[in-house]
């Protein structure tokens, strides 16, 4: 967020969109080329064998993807309540209504990479710094669990990608 040159922000929402896609539900292998292009690395994983860790990580092993998760983890010392409600205000504030065709919750982990992906196209400077200091401080937790559990180098490599993106989106903003 250094520059604010519309072709950098599009590139921007687009990487978050990507993640988000890639998290949601099985990838498609359009968005594994996409990620490969992103990440500039080859998957030599199967499609199948992509397919089967998503089920395993996100279905069967039920890896938490989900703010409220890491955070609860995260100040489970500290007597303060997390609400869903709190990420809700975000939207609400940003005059994004959750589609109920997505069978999400509102702090999932793709919905809120898709989030920041439409508050980078709005140009709401001031909500994404806000959104980017409350991603920050629970995506990289995902991202350690994601790598720790994941059996392709696949999910290893977008749980790398990931963590390093939102640092990088972060350095300088929290």
Not at 96 to 102: Q, S
């Amino acid at each position: 967020m250094n520059s604010f040159d519309p072709t950098e922000q599009e590139e921007r929402a687009e990487i978050y969109r990507l993640f988000a896609y890639l998290l949601m539900n099985i990838p498609d292998v359009e968005h594994i080329e996409e990620f490969e292009d992103y990440a500039q690395v080859e998957v030599r994983d199967t499609y199948e064998e992509i397919s089967n860790d998503f089920i395993a990580l996100f279905i069967d092993n039920n890896l938490p993807n989900y703010e409220a998760y890491y955070k609860g983890d995260l100040y489970k010392d500290i007597p303060i309540n997390l609400h869903l409600n709190d990420v809700q205000h975000f939207y609400w504030a940003a005059g994004v209504a959750i589609d109920e065709e997505f069978d999400l919750p509102p702090d999932h982990i793709s919905m809120e990479l898709l989030f920041m992906s439409y508050l980078i196209n709005q140009n709401l400077r001031e909500l994404q710094i806000d959104f980017l200091r409350r991603i920050y401080e629970w995506i990289p937790l995902f991202c350690d669990a994601l790598y720790a559990k994941a059996e392709t180098d696949f999910y290893k490599e977008v749980a790398y990608s990931l963590k390093e993106f939102v640092l990088s989106e972060c350095e300088g903003k929290v």
